[in-house]
């Protein structure tokens, strides 16, 4: 069984920056791709950012963060990041990582279908 697990999560101010990690429990298997959704208080969960290992990396992120969140990783670690800078009170929700064993994988990384694991959720809040 895989398990994702998160940390990093908390409260931080309007303007301030917290760091996302998630680590795959196991290491012998494959992942190609990993990344984070997030999911507000009565809203679905939407995608945030990806990075996709193929021939070197490829990252994707959803229009309301691109340029204040960065997503970094290491495929042989199965590690991801997520750096997020300028927070607002609208990025307050539960972040989610997940991860994919799919190698070419055409689909559209901006939805979930890619997804295979998924963690346990973190609380991200920010006040204003």
């Known amino acids: 069984q895989v398990q994702l697990v998160e940390s990093g999560g908390g409260l931080v101010q309007a303007g301030g920056s917290l760091r996302l990690s998630c680590a795959a429990s196991?290491?012998?298997?494959?992942?190609?791709?990993m990344g984070w959704f997030r999911q507000a208080p009565g809203k679905e969960r939407e995608f945030v950012a990806a990075?996709?290992?193929?021939?070197?990396?490829?990252?994707y992120y959803a229009d309301s963060v691109k340029g204040r969140f960065t997503i970094s990783g290491d495929n042989a670690k199965k590690t991801v990041y997520l750096q997020m800078n300028s927070l607002k009170p609208e990025d307050t929700a539960v972040y989610y990582c997940?991860?994919?064993?799919?190698?070419?994988?055409?689909?559209?990384?901006?939805?979930?279908?890619?997804?295979?694991?998924w963690g346990q959720g973190t609380q991200v809040t920010v006040s204003s």
């Open positions: 997940a991860a994919s064993n799919v190698q070419y994988y055409s689909g559209s990384y901006y939805q979930n279908h890619w997804v295979a694991y």
């Open positions: 990075i996709r290992w193929i021939v070197g990396a490829s990252s």
């Open positions: 196991r290491r012998t298997f494959s992942i190609y791709a």
